[in-house]
């Protein structure tokens, strides 16, 4: 079975043809590329944990197809969809959006429907670093262990804090020890198809169960390096339906914030600027 997906990597060429001709759809061939993994997980196959990591590259693979055709091939997008719920950032203080927008040109990754409106949320100091000290010690990063807020009411659909963090090695390089990419996380309800997707939490520093119901701001884990990540960060996102796989992303209408020192009483945000809550709402 894993000889046959190594074949499938092939297909990733066809992703240039997406490029040259400009076509969306095309370019998912790129995905392709995952099954790759195969050949370095074969001579593992006993591992479980290496092939449900696999499984799960796999099905989000396919589910960027079952995405496109749940939505008739035209995905929310901040002019078409129109927002159940206004939300809080889900940390205190103030953070430093790294990656995400609500354009192709600043998306987190466009070509992925549930992470195309995702945001990683870093803390950065005055020189523009997110530790201090040695790079490899979680510890001396800012971030590290700071509170996880909800960033609305809702009920816990899902949490996950049995992972073990991931050890920081060479820069922009990951060694995920964790079967799922999201390492610890958690899915809340907001509304009847807004979902929020929190992960690479601190191991068992989630205070919360499924069932539960959170109010916004409540604290619910905290910030750690789980997961398919190279540094500590929250990623946060939004999406359609409970399913991380198959469920589109939406994008995030964020309200009673504070952007680059300015008051926001409500829109979104995009990636190079330092944002936190209104605490004076």
């Given at each position: 079975m894993l000889k046959f997906i190594s074949k499938l990597q092939w297909l990733f060429w066809v992703g240039f043809l997406g490029v040259f001709f400009d076509n969306q759809y095309l370019t998912l061939f790129f995905l392709f590329g995952l099954c790759g993994f195969a050949n370095v997980f074969s001579p593992?196959?006993?591992n479980i944990q290496n092939l449900m990591f696999l499984g799960q590259n796999l099905w989000?693979?396919?589910g960027i197809l079952i995405a496109h055709f749940r939505?008739?091939?035209?995905l929310p997008d901040k002019n078409?969809?129109?927002?159940q719920?206004?939300?809080s950032l889900p940390f205190d203080g103030e953070w430093y959006i790294a990656n995400g927008g609500v354009d192709k040109e600043t998306s987190?990754?466009?070509?992925l429907p549930s992470q195309r409106y995702a945001y990683d949320f870093f803390i950065m100091n005055n020189e523009e670093t997110t530790f201090s000290g040695e790079r490899e010690q979680l510890e001396n990063y800012f971030c590290f262990a700071e509170n996880v807020l909800a960033p609305a009411d809702g009920v816990v659909i899902s949490a996950v804090s049995h992972f073990p963090n991931t050890p920081i090695i060479?820069?922009?390089q990951v060694d995920c020890t964790a079967s799922d990419v999201r390492g610890n996380h958690i899915i809340i309800r907001h509304s009847k198809h807004e979902y929020s997707m929190i992960a690479h939490l601190l191991p068992e520093s989630i205070c919360v169960k499924k069932g539960d119901s959170v109010s916004r701001g409540q604290v619910i884990a905290k910030c750690g390096n789980s997961g398919n990540t190279s540094e500590p960060h929250i990623h946060f996102q939004i999406q359609y339906g409970k399913s991380f796989a198959i469920s589109a992303g939406l994008p995030v209408l964020f309200a009673h914030i504070i952007v680059d020192g300015k008051k926001t009483p409500q829109g979104f945000i995009t990636n190079g600027h330092y944002v936190k809550n209104d605490d004076l709402i």
């Open positions: 593992m196959r006993n989000m693979l396919v939505h008739g091939f035209k078409s969809y129109k927002p719920v206004q939300y987190h990754s466009w070509f060479a820069e922009g």
